[in-house]
């Protein structure tokens, strides 16, 4: 490349980079207190929870969870109408705003596990990758605690 052209190339560069979008990398991710409960059989899904933590300085887009346990593992929302109707629904992309957090809890924001591959059984663990749209990715270890458990302290 002549001299010239590799010159106006790195100006264009330096003066277009402050134009373009800011997004935090999933390297600024940090996720926590992962776990999930024992399944009833391979017939019912199963759930799993944990918290996000963006700690970059930009927003992150989580976009899809991945395990080898779940042929359909997707990330849904539990909600309850005014009549007292309770449903669930897939939540698409969820961004998280530089500094905060996304928990992932029964009864609200929650990592479904549907047609599962083998049981989930109490004592074992099984990998959960949170994939973002910088296509980043953060893998946890998910323990699989007992069917009335309430959270990794009991």
């Known amino acids: 490349m002549k001299p010239t052209l590799s010159l106006a190339l790195a100006a264009l560069a330096l003066f277009a ?6 997004f935090a990398g999933s390297e600024d991710v940090v996720v926590e207190g992962a776990w999930s409960r024992t ?3 391979v017939n019912r899904p199963g759930a799993a929870y944990l918290t996000i933590r963006n700690g970059g300085d930009a ?12 042929m359909m593992p997707e990330i849904h929302l539990s909600s309850t109408n005014a009549a007292g ?17 996304l928990s992932l809890a029964p009864g609200g ?20 990758t949170l994939t973002f749209s910088d296509g980043g990715e953060v ?8 069917v009335a458990a309430r959270g990794p302290g009991g």
Request: net charge negative.
């Open 17 to 22: 980079a402050p134009l373009a979008p800011a």
């Open 39 to 41: 399944s009833i059989s």
């Open 59 to 70: 927003p992150v887009t989580l976009n899809g969870v991945r395990t080898d346990l779940a």
């Open 85 to 101: 109707v309770s449903s669930m629904s897939p939540a698409g992309e969820i961004e998280i705003a530089p500094g905060a957090e």
């Open 109 to 128: 924001m929650h990592v479904m596990l549907m047609k599962l591959q083998r049981p989930m059984i109490e004592g074992e663990t099984f990998d959960l």
């Open 139 to 146: 893998t946890v270890t998910t323990p699989i605690l007992g």
